[in-house]
């Protein structure tokens, strides 16, 4: 009986070995993709997040102001019909 016990024992340790080898595999695999797709990115020439936001806010004020001369436009236009 004491045999078996020692045999359980054994397993679970050899069990938590595994488990905790596989547990640093898994760290050592997740932080060498990481590493990769840095490199990856890094080499595609990408813009930050702020970057993308300023050109964003830029571009939204362009197109108001386009749309506002462009009513302004109009309304001379209409004005120069009216004057013929």
């Given at each position: 009986?004491?045999?078996?016990?020692?045999?359980?024992?054994?397993?679970?340790?050899?069990?938590?070995?595994?488990?905790?080898?596989?547990?640093?595999?898994?760290?050592?695999m997740e932080s060498m993709i990481r590493q990769q797709m840095e490199h990856f990115l890094s080499g595609m020439n990408l813009v930050s997040?702020?970057?993308?936001?300023?050109?964003?806010?830029?571009?939204?004020?362009?197109?108001?102001?386009?749309?506002?001369?462009?009513?302004?436009?109009?309304?001379?236009?209409?004005?120069?019909?009216?004057?013929?």
């Amino acid at each position: 009986m004491q045999t078996d016990n020692r045999f359980f024992d054994d397993m679970a340790r050899m069990a938590g070995g595994a488990l905790n080898a596989l547990t640093g595999f898994k760290t050592e695999m997740e932080s060498m993709i990481r590493q990769q797709m840095e490199h990856f990115l890094s080499g595609m020439n990408l813009v930050s997040r702020d970057e993308f936001e300023a050109v964003r806010a830029m571009a939204a004020k362009a197109r108001e102001e386009q749309e506002a001369l462009a009513a302004r436009l109009a309304a001379l236009e209409e004005q120069l019909r009216g004057k013929d």
